[in-house]
């Protein structure tokens, strides 16, 4: 509600608001990536479980799926930065509609990838680098998530 009184206030209807940030590539880049890390999540707890349809009717948020990835992830190490960054993926997609316009948006992209690449990470300034980074920092985690299901799925014995 915040938010279509703040566009109502600039004189923007929300649905303009809507089609200017969906041009922003970099938002379509948080948006299906949270989505495609979100799916490897899922994988993850799916083969993992012994008996994942337990929880099907259960709407687990990101973070519960998160935290629940790390807390079976003994034969992976899972990681502080992992799960950091996890967490810091879903505060920036939660945010989204609130720094997108602002000057925070670098800084909360900036954190995903700092999150996931350490202290070693260089500061990125032009848009399109950034960018590029967070599409590298995604595919990062999906890959690492990918790893630990296959992982898990040796480590764990099958019943029938």
Do not use: Y
């Not at 999540?41 to 929880?55: G, R, V």
């Not at 519960?64 to 810091?88: I, V």
């Amino acid at each position: 509600m915040k938010l279509v009184q703040a566009l109502d206030a600039l004189g923007e209807s929300p649905s303009s608001a809507f089609d200017r940030r969906m041009q922003n590539r970099l938002v379509m880049t948080i948006l299906v990536g949270h989505m495609l890390v979100e799916e490897q999540l899922d994988k993850l707890i799916s083969t993992t479980l012994q008996k994942p349809k337990a929880l099907d009717d259960m709407q687990l948020t990101f973070a519960q799926k998160a935290r629940l990835g790390a807390s079976f992830s003994s034969s992976w190490d899972f990681g502080g930065d992992l799960l950091h960054g996890l967490e810091a993926l879903d505060n920036l997609k939660r945010r989204l509609p609130f720094v997108a316009d602002s000057n925070e948006f670098g800084t909360e992209v900036a954190r995903v990838i700092a999150c996931n690449a350490g202290d070693a990470f260089p500061q990125v300034a032009v848009q399109e680098d950034l960018a590029r980074s967070f599409r590298f920092t995604l595919t990062a985690i999906c890959g690492a998530l990918r790893d630990a299901a296959a992982s898990s799925r040796l480590s764990i014995p099958q019943t029938r």
